[in-house]
């Protein structure tokens, strides 16, 4: 009797025990924080939080709409890597079945790749606007009318000169040729005479986008003005350009001849 007195107690407190090893059931992820509200494409940040999965692939992460590579995971903290080609949004965390996180503050990606030849382009943000900071330098293949000025490469890094036909589709992938109501629109954003314009809009002024004075057709004007292609065709023969000159002061939405060559800014 007593055996079976001692069983019975030893079989209750093993159940009890058991209960108390007993998994808490999953919840839903949430983010806390991120280590940086802004970063470059391939860059590494950190989202801290809880309730993450401990294997990287089973949390599913997008800055915006782009998904992202998780490189590392926690409970409670994600080390994850800018997408190239995210631009801002807030980021968010989804993992398993339950509803995602969303962060609180957006994200801005600072730069984009391009895949075509690695080519990083800084970006910059202007109203609703997203630029590349810097003009295109793509090299087309099978095209010899993409060149720098004065076909001197070391000066390639401030843009190629485009004819109106090559530029239509040289920006890459998610990227366009702005129109002429998109530079429209970036002039009024910037004031209302040339004069503060060109301070907001010239290298090192407020709006960041860093216009730069690389001339024109490629063979003359440099440090004095530059044009920069729109989408908008006049006719069969004329384009739309931004020409932009430092003495006196002005920017003109002018046609251009679509085999004249001027640089490129991509946009969204």
Known sequence: MKLIKLSIVA????????????KEDPKPPVITGL??????ANASITITGANFSTTPASNTVKFGDTPATVTGATATSLTV?????????????????FTEAVSTDEFRT?????????????????????????????DVPNVTTDICYQSNASLCDEGRFYDFE???????????????TDFNTLLTSQGSTPAEQYAKLKVGGSS?????LTGVGAVSGRGVRTGLWTS????ETLARALFADES?????????????????RCMK
Do not use: H, M
Not at 35 to 40: C, E, L, V, W
Not at 116 to 135: A, H, M, T
Not at 166 to 180: F, I, S
Not at 248 to 264: A, E, H, Q, R, W
């Open 248 to 264: 006196p002061f002005s920017f003109n939405l002018i046609p251009g001849n679509k085999l004249s060559t001027v640089c490129v």
């Open 166 to 180: 090559t530029a239509t589709t040289v920006c890459p992938q998610g990227w366009r040729l702005p129109a002429e």
């Open 110 to 138: 600072s730069s984009f790749i391009d895949s075509r030849d690695s080519k990083e382009y800084p970006l910059v943000y202007i109203g609703d606007q997203i630029w590349f900071k810097k003009n295109l330098n793509y």
């Open 35 to 40: 280590s940086t509200t802004s970063g470059n």
């Open 81 to 97: 890597t800018v997408p190239n080609g995210s631009t801002k949004g807030k980021v968010s965390v989804k993992v398993g079945s």
């Open 232 to 235: 908008t065709a006049s006719s």
């Open 208 to 212: 960041g986008f860093d216009i730069v």
């Open 11 to 22: 079989l209750s407190l093993s159940v009890l025990v058991g209960c108390g090893k007993r």
